[in-house]
């Protein structure tokens, strides 16, 4: 009542009172607050103060302390156009739309006593409903002066006042954050008396125009404030975090003096379209991050998070969303739990229809075929898919083709030996064709060596086989048995042929592989069968031809 007789009195006859009662500054202070908290209203043809009264302020014996607010001489002459001083504490309350602007996910709506319900985006939320969201959920609230609170993942929040002054835009707002977290973009309230609080077991955050992130959990609570600034308060004390600012409360502390949060994170490296569900990709590590959390929203307004990840490695996580573009949000946490301020910009996902499952050639597979048979899972038999073999080494197309499913397709020419990738994507007929899948690694080789048929002359053996393209080298085996555990010649050789002149005469197996230049052996050659002949034997009688030399001696 001090106060409301304060306002009323003319300035010299309030400083007096002031000074009589000692409380100049005080004073000064309440006054400075009423007139700058004062709604001007326009006088309009056919308002009387009684009537103003009636339509906008709390009680109709107030409007006798307007007229003196004002200085108007004569109530009966109030003049349109005249502008009227109104406190914003005598104007009537009456209820504000709080409604949500979008929901996604596992998000549910509970009014008063009545069981949980699915929310539906576009309708109202009454006050001491509770609005909760799931793992996938998220929702976005929007209030009568355009402020917009955005629910995240595994949060629960309670509507305690949404009131609205009845004249102007002044709102009113008390929300109650039981658990989880709140992206908050509130309208700055000037010096309108307006209100706008967000109450959490640990403390009360109040602000008058800010964007900021309010987290709680159990007892705790933090808060990132990205611009404007935003009064934490408790029992125990009450700081002011400006822009760039963070502040964590504990159960029963005061909160933290305010310190500086993370920059954002680099996205240098991260493409800007990925082709793969879950998205997990490398980030650059951030100084003093202990987290990062990477957002995805069908557009900049962020009304709903259709992905919202944390990984406590420098990744880039996104669970399973449609295919499109989306806007991307990462931050990092540091050590106090305070996630930074956010890099943002566009990700397109082009994921569908996904790539089948490569069966044949198998990764590393080494086959002979010339024309090798292709067989991948099939999805929906009106689906069509597109093969390509690629050189492995230069990365150029060999082959290419559409096939029908079911089919089991080969190459159309016959592959050189040598090193193969090939990879298929699917076609779907109304979406296109979808994203290729991981590329697999194959290689044809031709057959090993064969032998040809041994020489002998000059009393030595020779074997020669036949040249392959690619070889650098081959391996010779020679043994008495066709199982080669124990050979009597195991050599590398340069060329396709190998002399020897020591060999025990009898039945021989042999058997020669290739060895490509980048070290790949190849399969071994059929084995062939040899004889090697026994040397030959000087009759007796030719040693009497020495006889003459032995007289020399």
Same mark, same amino acid.
């Not at 085996?477 to 396709?496: G, H, I, K, M, N």
């Not at 050659?525 to 040899?530: A, D, K, M, Y």
């Given at each position: 009542?001090?106060?409301?007789?304060?306002?009323?009195?003319?300035?010299?006859?309030?400083?007096?009172?002031?000074?009589?009662?000692?409380?100049?500054?005080?004073?000064?202070?309440?006054?400075?607050?009423?007139?700058?908290?004062?709604?001007?209203?326009?006088?309009?043809?056919?308002?009387?103060?009684?009537?103003?009264?009636?339509?906008?302020?709390?009680?109709?014996?107030?409007?006798?302390?307007?007229?003196?607010?004002?200085?108007?001489?004569?109530?009966?002459?109030?003049?349109?156009?005249?502008?009227?001083?109104?406190?914003?504490?005598?104007?009537?309350?009456?209820?504000?739309?709080?409604?949500?602007?979008?929901?996604?996910?596992?998000?549910?709506?509970?009014?008063?006593?009545?069981?949980?319900?699915?929310?539906?985006?576009?309708?109202?939320?009454?006050?001491?409903?509770?609005?909760?969201?799931?793992?996938?959920?998220?929702?976005?609230?929007?209030?009568?002066?355009?402020?917009?609170?955005?629910?995240?993942?595994?949060?629960?929040?309670?509507?305690?006042?949404?009131?609205?002054?009845?004249?102007?835009?002044?709102?009113?707002?008390?929300?109650?954050?039981?658990?989880?977290?709140?992206?908050?973009?509130?309208?700055?309230?000037?010096?309108?008396?307006?209100?706008?609080?967000?109450?959490?077991?640990?403390?009360?955050?109040?602000?008058?125009?800010?964007?900021?992130?309010?987290?709680?959990?159990?007892?705790?609570?933090?808060?990132?404030?990205?611009?404007?600034?935003?009064?934490?308060?408790?029992?125990?004390?009450?700081?002011?975090?400006?822009?760039?600012?963070?502040?964590?409360?504990?159960?029963?502390?005061?909160?933290?003096?305010?310190?500086?949060?993370?920059?954002?994170?680099?996205?240098?490296?991260?493409?800007?379209?990925?082709?793969?569900?879950?998205?997990?990709?490398?980030?650059?590590?951030?100084?003093?991050?202990?987290?990062?959390?990477?957002?995805?929203?069908?557009?900049?307004?962020?009304?709903?998070?259709?992905?919202?990840?944390?990984?406590?490695?420098?990744?880039?996580?996104?669970?399973?969303?449609?295919?499109?573009?989306?806007?991307?949000?990462?931050?990092?946490?540091?050590?106090?739990?305070?996630?930074?301020?956010?890099?943002?910009?566009?990700?397109?996902?082009?994921?569908?229809?996904?790539?089948?499952?490569?069966?044949?050639?198998?990764?590393?597979?080494?086959?002979?075929?010339?024309?090798?048979?292709?067989?991948?899972?099939?999805?929906?038999?009106?689906?069509?898919?597109?093969?390509?073999?690629?050189?492995?080494?230069?990365?150029?197309?060999?082959?290419?083709?559409?096939?029908?499913?079911?089919?089991?397709?080969?190459?159309?020419?016959? /592959?050189?030996? #040598?090193?193969?990738?090939? @990879? %298929?994507? !699917? +076609?779907?007929?109304?979406?296109?064709? $979808? *994203? &290729? =899948?991981?590329?697999?690694?194959?290689?044809?080789?031709?057959?090993?060596?064969?032998?040809?048929?041994?020489?002998?002359?000059?009393?030595?053996?020779?074997?020669?086989?036949?040249?392959?393209?690619?070889?650098?080298?081959?391996?010779?085996?020679?043994?008495?048995?066709?199982?080669?555990?124990?050979?009597?010649?195991?050599?590398?050789?340069?060329?396709?042929?190998?002399?020897?002149?020591? /060999?025990?005469? #009898?039945?021989?197996?042999? @058997? %020669?592989? !290739? +060895?490509?230049?980048?070290?790949?052996? $190849? *399969? &071994? =050659?059929?084995?062939?069968?040899?004889?090697?002949?026994?040397?030959?034997?000087?009759?007796?009688?030719?040693?009497?031809?020495?006889?003459?030399?032995?007289?020399?001696?």
């Amino acid at each position: 009542m001090m106060n409301s007789t304060v306002v009323a009195l003319p300035v010299v006859g309030l400083l007096r009172a002031a000074s009589r009662l000692g409380l100049t500054m005080t004073l000064l202070f309440v006054l400075h607050g009423a007139q700058a908290a004062d709604f001007i209203y326009t006088v309009q043809p056919g308002d009387h103060p009684w009537n103003l009264a009636q339509r906008y302020l709390k009680r109709p014996a107030l409007s006798a302390r307007l007229l003196e607010l004002n200085q108007v001489p004569d109530e009966h002459r109030m003049m349109p156009g005249t502008r009227l001083r109104i406190p914003h504490a005598w104007l009537k309350l009456q209820s504000a739309e709080v409604r949500l602007l979008a929901v996604y996910g596992e998000t549910a709506m509970v009014q008063g006593a009545s069981p949980a319900r699915l929310a539906v985006p576009g309708e109202l939320m009454a006050v001491q409903s509770v609005l909760r969201t799931g793992a996938t959920g998220s929702a976005t609230l929007g209030f009568a002066d355009g402020s917009r609170v955005l629910l995240r993942r595994d949060s629960e929040l309670r509507l305690a006042q949404a009131q609205q002054r009845a004249l102007g835009k002044v709102s009113l707002v008390e929300l109650v954050l039981l658990a989880g977290s709140l992206e908050n973009q509130v309208t700055p309230l000037g010096e309108s008396g307006g209100r706008f609080e967000i109450r959490t077991p640990a403390a009360v955050a109040a602000v008058r125009g800010t964007d900021f992130r309010l987290h709680t959990h159990g007892s705790k609570a933090r808060t990132e404030v990205l611009s404007g600034a935003v009064s934490l308060t408790n029992a125990q004390g009450q700081i002011r975090a400006e822009g760039g600012q963070g502040s964590v409360v504990e159960g029963g502390q005061s909160p933290t003096p305010p310190m500086p949060l993370l920059g954002a994170p680099s996205l240098d490296g991260v493409p800007e379209r990925v082709q793969r569900l879950p998205i997990d990709l490398p980030l650059l590590t951030l100084s003093g991050a202990t987290a990062y959390r990477t957002q995805l929203a069908p557009d900049a307004n962020f009304n709903v998070a259709v992905s919202d990840e944390v990984s406590t490695s420098p990744r880039l996580r996104a669970r399973d969303v449609p295919d499109g573009t989306y806007v991307m949000r990462v931050r990092a946490t540091d050590a106090h739990g305070l996630e930074g301020l956010s890099a943002q910009r566009t990700l397109v996902v082009h994921a569908r229809p996904e790539p089948p499952l490569l069966i044949a050639p198998t990764s590393q597979a080494v086959t002979e075929a010339a024309r090798p048979l292709f067989r991948w899972t099939q999805a929906e038999p009106t689906w069509r898919y597109l093969l390509q073999v690629m050189d492995s080494v230069s990365g150029d197309i060999v082959d290419e083709q559409s096939v029908a499913g079911g089919h089991s397709p080969a190459p159309q020419l016959d /592959l050189p030996a #040598g090193r193969y990738r090939w @990879r %298929v994507a !699917a +076609i779907d007929p109304q979406k296109g064709q $979808g *994203p &290729w =899948g991981d590329a697999q690694e194959f290689r044809r080789v031709l057959p090993g060596p064969g032998v040809e048929p041994a020489e002998v002359s000059d009393g030595a053996l020779t074997l020669r086989w036949s040249a392959q393209p690619q070889a650098a080298r081959y391996r010779l085996q020679v043994a008495r048995d066709d199982t080669f555990s124990a050979p009597l010649v195991d050599l590398l050789s340069e060329s396709p042929q190998h002399r020897m002149t020591e /060999l025990t005469p #009898g039945e021989h197996q042999v @058997r %020669v592989q !290739a +060895i490509g230049a980048d070290g790949y052996t $190849g *399969p &071994w =050659g059929g084995t062939q069968r040899f004889v090697a002949p026994e040397a030959s034997r000087q009759p007796w009688w030719a040693l009497l031809l020495l006889l003459p030399l032995l007289g020399l001696f």
